[in-house]
């Protein structure tokens, strides 16, 4: 079964916005990673941050983790329509393999 | 430098017939992974490879799922007999390996059991 929750499930917003999203988990971690997944193609590795770190970036990505709330965030700026995408974050805790989310599907409006 | 190959990209079935998936992961990564993944859901880990040994299939269905990874290199995924349950895409993924692995996907085949 998946650990945590993406949030939101889906997102919708104008080009040029940012977006935002959230990941919960309920284990203590090694690192974090997010991918993205184009309809109907497989996912692509976009950052990933280690439990020493808070705060990472990545082009247009900024990504933070609070691991006293279990929680990171992945935030776009300046969206365009090419980041319509599913959002996914893995979790990776000891010597266990990555977890997957459920993801959440962005919808960036021209 | 070629990304991971899966194929067929589609397939349709009959229930009770079998399938295969073949995929050829990254040169160099030793490590190789299936997925599966459900409509609107994440990828769910199957099995992983390190070379040509299976180091976690916990998931895998072993009453009707196999996997094979001769020579430590491509991989076959194979259903006998598929189910209507096992409709989703199985993605292969491939990697260096180690804590900080980033993972790299194919495009996924599509399974539709009818």
């Known amino acids: 079964s998946q650990q945590g929750e993406e949030d939101p499930q889906a997102l919708s917003i104008q080009e040029g916005e940012n977006a935002t999203m959230n990941c919960s988990y309920k284990t203590s971690i090694n690192n974090l990673q997010w991918y993205r997944q184009n309809s109907g193609r497989g996912l692509v590795h976009l950052i990933l941050?280690?439990?020493?770190?808070r705060e990472k970036h990545s082009g247009r990505l900024r990504v933070t983790l609070d691991t006293s709330k279990k929680s990171s965030s992945l935030l776009i700026t300046a969206s365009r329509a090419a980041d319509t995408a599913s959002y996914f974050c893995?979790?990776?805790?000891?010597?266990?393999?990555?977890?997957f989310g459920k993801g959440t599907r962005l919808s960036v409006i021209a | 430098e070629a990304g991971v190959v899966q194929s067929p990209r589609y397939k349709i079935i009959e229930k009770k017939q079998p399938v295969a998936f073949w995929c050829n992961p990254i040169s160099g990564h030793n490590t190789l992974y299936w997925y599966l993944q459900n409509l609107g859901q994440g990828p769910e880990l199957l099995i992983r490879y390190e070379n040509e040994e299976a180091v976690d299939d916990s998931q895998l269905p072993k009453d009707r799922f196999s996997a094979e990874r001769l020579k430590g290199v491509d991989s076959t995924l194979k259903i006998q007999p598929a189910e209507l349950g096992d409709s989703a895409v199985y993605l292969c993924?491939?990697?260096?390996?180690?804590?900080?692995?980033?993972?790299?996907f194919g495009p996924g085949t599509r399974l539709l059991v009818l």
């Open positions: 893995a979790r990776r805790s000891g010597n266990t393999p990555l977890v």
């Open positions: 941050i280690r439990s020493n770190e």
């Open positions: 993924a491939s990697s260096l390996g180690g804590q900080e692995e980033t993972q790299y």
